[in-house]
């Protein structure tokens, strides 16, 4: 909360003092790390599954090289830096039209004439590959399991492994699925399974079954154990994408995190020695990186940092009595997304270098980018992401999230009339920030635009996303109350069970799974979606990250700018949000942490981080503040009933107009 | 005193007299009273200076109404009195911000406890939205307000109706006058300077008040007062240069309800 006290003086012997504190709280941005290693396999998208071959480019792993480098002699590589085996396969031609339950098979194993492709490494040189890199192995089947009759099957478990595969002319991998014919049409979901002690009893050379098995090191959990007993699933190669029968190829197992090795480069390279050297950072208590990391990076580079904890706005106020006398206030400080216009414009920041492998891996750092120069290296991610209580909607009789406006709004209708929730959509309507966010994502999600090229608003999409908004009060969707409520309480609501949809911070992809934070009834009904659109899913979501810029006053700015792209680095990216909860900003870490478990329920979190833009056309101006406060009081009015939708936007627009003059 | 008062000001009017936009670094140029003006033209201003006048009234009135009220009752003799007093103080020790959170609670409009008391009474139907609509937000804002300036008029009353000497009432009522009489012409004659101090402390917190509005409110235009105003344009639009012209504008209010005060502090006592 913001506080300030001020002190008018009756006399010219009293002088205005003023202190503030800020409208976020730490509960708003400090999100909980989830620790447990439960996987979140079950929501995988075409996205996901595309994502190695997407990402291989920008991955340290080189795939061309490692094909070239494997033989019959020499059929299994083991990369430890990017946590990879690959082995050397070849196809066989006699499943692209017969099926076969078994993926990969050793050649001199038992089952090598029964699978698609015969693996020329061991299976439990295989296995002891994986555990050597850390993977842990499930070992929850047995041969009774195996026996399991329709719809009675276990499914494996055990770290999940991504499979791709390569061969000559394919130097771009491609997801194993994607050389494979599933009649299943579930996307594989590959688990270490472990088995090594089935392995060597039984010696059948499994290395992957496309069922979950007690004998394969790997094997597929989309599919519980019995499926292909039962012949209710199919499985060949495709043909249309594979070579010839005999044609070697190589398959690369990756391990949650694999290939991220060039691209944590920044904190592995060496950094420079800055003995001697103290910074200070002022940042709001979600923003300290905790003592431990200052320590390590005090021990790596000598340099001691100085961490002073200041209520949000405060360090705004701060910043900028320091500037306006050209002192830093600190040489490291909290820089939110809404303020990156008016600091450039002030001179506040001094611009960082980034490669071009972390700017495609950290979509936020657009927000902060402005002219070509970044500004601030975002720690905390934040970016709007919609939540549906499924329960709710099954109720009203509708199975399927919504994907559109019109879906969402005959959704709450359908909800409200048969009693099921009283105020089915939630949404910040009070004059503040949050209220200013919402209608930007609203329009920047359903109308794909919110702002001109000259800067002035897009008069189609936002009077139809403020027409929207409207609709949704007057109609009673909306608790009256969330008129002068707080962004949080709104939020909060779906939580309790007392909305059914909303948009949100994307720190409610752990809330929605945390018994302390959601109500025992809609624990596991909630689920993330992507934000609906105009006509199908919106191909975009707006950032609200928060980021650690070093001031332009810092005498000790090239040491900062090594301490902030140190925090930046995927490594410490990753340690930041165990340590306070900071969502990270890199989509690969992202992944990582979805992959192994430690975010639960994430639903299309990744998915729609991928599709983060920043609907300013030309960064965050520097009037955002001026045109902010407008955006709210006239919205406030509007949803209180004292201006229409065009009136609202006519006095928003005629500001916006003003300030850009 | 000089470095911390007197250079302040100074700077501070100098900045009123420049164009001091920190998003314009290099645009500082001298511009006279421009500020001055500009401010004073603006719906901004005079909109929070309404809300401050109201706030003002409401809270100045509520207070020393308050106050002497609760003044009156603890200066009776009582085996409790202590206990009562201790309690009459507590609000005064509450610190602003928690004070206005504690009554946003209060007043919230879904589920706050006024809402439910109402409710339960059957007096309302549905609840009141009581810090949307300007005149009602204003008017909650006093009373959380008064109900923290009060216990310190009380005090001050309180040590003015104690230092009364009670030969003066004993005098008045061997010539014949009641209750009301020496009420009318000794207690209040005698308790006015200290109800004037009491109402001199009100003023100052009724035109500085900041965090229960920002705790009830927020930043909304609908309960900003020229506190606020102040700071949004200082702050928050970083506009040092009308910022600092409206600090003065304010300084300059306030300074004359401080003359008017200390005048009537001075005024003689008949009795």
């Not at chain 1, 050597?132 to 041969?143: F, H, I, S």
């Not at chain 1, 934070?517 to 707006?542: C, F, Q, Y």
């Not at chain 1, 928003?652 to 003059?661: G, N, P």
Request: proline share 5%; aromatic share 10%; with cysteine.
């Amino acid at each position: 909360m913001k506080k300030r006290t001020a002190l008018l003086g009756l006399t010219a012997a009293l002088a205005l003092t003023a202190t503030a504190c800020g409208s976020k709280t730490a509960e708003e941005t400090a999100t909980t790390a989830a620790t447990a290693a439960e996987t979140a396999a079950e929501e995988t998208t075409e996205a996901e599954k595309e994502a190695p071959a997407e990402e291989s480019e920008s991955t340290g792993i080189d795939y061309a090289a490692a094909f070239a480098e494997l033989s019959e002699e020499n059929p299994m590589i083991v990369d430890e830096e990017n946590q990879v085996v690959h082995m050397l396969c070849d196809i066989n031609g006699k499943y692209f039209t017969e099926s076969t339950g078994h993926g990969i098979v050793f050649k001199d194993g038992g089952n090598k004439d029964i699978s698609i492709f015969r693996g020329y490494a061991d299976e439990v040189d295989f296995y002891h590959a994986l555990e050597d890199l850390g993977a842990k192995p499930g070992n929850n089947l047995t041969m009774d399991d195996m026996n399991a009759g329709a719809g009675e099957g276990k499914t494996t478990e055990g770290d999940k492994i991504e499979a791709v595969v390569t061969w000559d002319g394919q130097s771009d991998p491609l997801p194993l699925e994607d050389v494979l014919k599933m009649s299943t049409g579930t996307p594989l979901d590959l688990r270490f399974s472990g088995n090594l002690e089935n392995a060597e009893k039984y010696n059948s050379g499994c290395v992957v079954c496309l069922s979950s098995c007690c004998v394969g090191i790997v094997s597929n959990a989309a599919n519980p154990t019995g499926t292909w007993n039962d012949k209710n699933a199919t499985f060949h190669a495709d043909e249309s994408v594979l070579p010839g029968d005999g044609e070697k190829i190589m398959v690369s197992f990756l391990l949650p995190g694999a290939g991220k090795a060039a691209n944590t480069k920044t904190a592995a390279e060496p950094l420079p020695d800055l003995s001697g050297i103290e910074l200070t950072m002022m940042v709001p208590d979600w923003g300290n990186p905790g003592e431990e990391l200052l320590a390590r990076f005090e021990e790596e580079t000598g340099c001691k940092v100085n961490v002073t904890e200041v209520s949000w706005d405060d360090i705004r106020d701060k910043i900028s009595i320091a500037a306006a006398g050209g002192q830093a206030a600190a040489d490291v400080f909290e820089v939110d997304w809404s303020w990156v216009g008016e600091m450039n414009s002030a001179g506040w920041l001094a611009p960082i270098e980034m490669t071009e492998e972390d700017i495609a891996d950290e979509p936020t750092l657009e927000t902060f980018t402005i002219d070509g120069k970044i500004l601030a290296l975002p720690y905390a991610n934040d970016y709007r992401i919609a939540y549906y209580n499924k329960d709710h909607f099954e109720q009203a009789g509708i199975t399927e999230a919504p994907k559109t406006w019109d879906e969402v709004e005959a959704a709450m209708k359908a909800i409200k009339e048969a009693g099921i929730c009283e105020y089915p959509y939630s949404m910040p309507m009070n004059a503040d920030e949050s209220a200013t966010t919402s209608l930007t994502w609203l329009s920047w999600a359903k109308n794909g635009v919110v702002f001109n090229d000259d800067g002035t608003f897009n008069k189609e999409a936002v009077l139809d996303a403020l027409t929207f908004e409207n609709k949704m009060v007057t109609e009673g969707y909306v608790d009256p109350a969330m008129r002068t409520a707080d962004g949080m309480t709104c939020y909060n609501k779906i939580c309790s069970g007392e909305t059914s949809f909303m948009v949100g911070p994307t720190k409610f992809v752990n809330f929605i799974s945390n018994p302390e934070k959601t109500a025992e009834d809609v624990l596991g009904n909630v689920e993330a979606i992507l934000l609906p659109g105009k006509d199908d899913v919106s191909d975009r979501t707006m950032p609200l990250p928060e980021a650690y810029g070093v001031s332009a006053f810092s005498e000790n700015q090239e040491a900062a700018i090594t301490f902030v792209k140190w925090l930046n680095s995927a490594e410490i990216e990753k340690e930041l949000y165990l340590a306070n909860g900071s969502i990270p900003n890199r989509n690969s870490v992202i992944e990582e942490m979805i992959n192994d478990g430690t975010i639960k329920t994430p639903g299309a979190m990744l998915e729609q981080a991928k599709l983060i833009k920043s609907p300013f056309p030309n960064g965050v101006p520097d009037y955002y503040a001026e045109m902010t406060n407008a955006m709210y009081n006239n919205i406030n009015q509007m949803v209180l009933g004292n201006q229409t939708p065009e009136e609202a936007f006519d006095a928003m627009d005629q500001k916006v107009k003003e300030l850009l003059q | 005193m000089v470095a911390l008062v007197y250079y302040p000001i100074a700077v501070t009017f100098s900045y009123s007299l420049r164009e001091m936009k920190l998003t314009r670094p290099n645009d500082t140029d001298f511009v006279g009273f421009e500020n001055y003006v500009s401010v004073l033209k603006s719906q901004d201003f005079w909109y929070s200076l309404q809300n401050t006048l109201f706030l003002l009234a409401a809270v100045v009135i509520l207070t020393t109404l308050c106050g002497f009220f609760v003044a009156m009752i603890l200066s009776k003799e009582h085996r409790l009195a202590g206990l009562f007093l201790a309690v009459a103080i507590l609000p005064w020790a509450m610190p602003p911000i928690v004070n206005g959170i504690i009554w946003r609670f209060i007043f919230f409009p879904g589920y706050g406890f006024i809402n439910k008391l109402l409710l339960m009474l059957g007096l309302i139907d549905t609840p009141v939205d009581w810090l949307s609509n300007r005149w009602l937000l204003l008017s909650v804002v006093a009373v959380v307000t008064a109900w923290r300036s009060a216990p310190f008029c009380a005090i001050v009353c309180l040590a003015g109706l104690k230092s009364i000497p009670k030969e003066l009432y004993e005098a008045a009522r061997i010539d014949g006058s009641g209750s009301f009489s020496s009420f009318r012409y000794i207690t209040l004659p005698l308790v006015f300077p200290f109800i004037g101090i009491g109402t001199t402390s009100a003023s100052i917190t009724a035109i500085n008040i900041f965090d229960e509005i920002v705790a009830l409110s927020g930043f909304s235009d609908v309960g900003k007062n020229v506190l606020i105003q102040n700071y949004l344009t200082t702050f928050s639009f970083l506009d040092f240069g009308k910022g600092s012209a409206l600090t003065y504008i304010i300084m300059g209010l306030t300074a004359v309800l401080g003359v008017f005060y200390l005048r009537s502090l001075n005024r003689e006592v008949e009795f």
